[in-house]
């Protein structure tokens, strides 16, 4: 899934379930948090922040980021 798909379908479900984007845009970082510290372990520190201006995720604790692919 590239930026535009995942931006797409963020808008569907903002207008379709009338949930506002920040909304569905925590509820991913908050499953990659789920996703990171399952991976990683529990004890590690993890924030995921996806830059709706950029595109772009990054995560702290586990010193990675990474571009959504676009």
């Given at each position: 899934?590239?930026?535009?798909?995942?931006l797409?379908?963020?808008?569907?479900?903002?207008?379709?379930?009338?949930?506002?984007?920040?909304?569905?845009f925590?509820a991913?970082?908050?499953?990659?948090?789920?996703?990171?510290?399952?991976?990683y372990?529990e004890?590690?520190l993890v924030?995921?922040?996806?830059?709706?201006?950029h595109e772009?995720?990054?995560?702290?604790?586990t010193?990675?980021?990474?571009?959504?692919?676009?």
């Open positions: 899934m590239n930026a535009q798909e995942l797409r379908i963020i808008d569907s479900i903002h207008r379709e379930k009338n949930i506002e984007k920040d909304v569905v925590q991913i970082e908050s499953a990659l948090v789920s996703a990171a510290k399952k991976h372990g004890t590690e924030e995921v922040k996806i830059d709706r201006i772009t995720s990054s995560t702290t604790g010193e990675r980021a990474w571009p959504v692919p676009g």
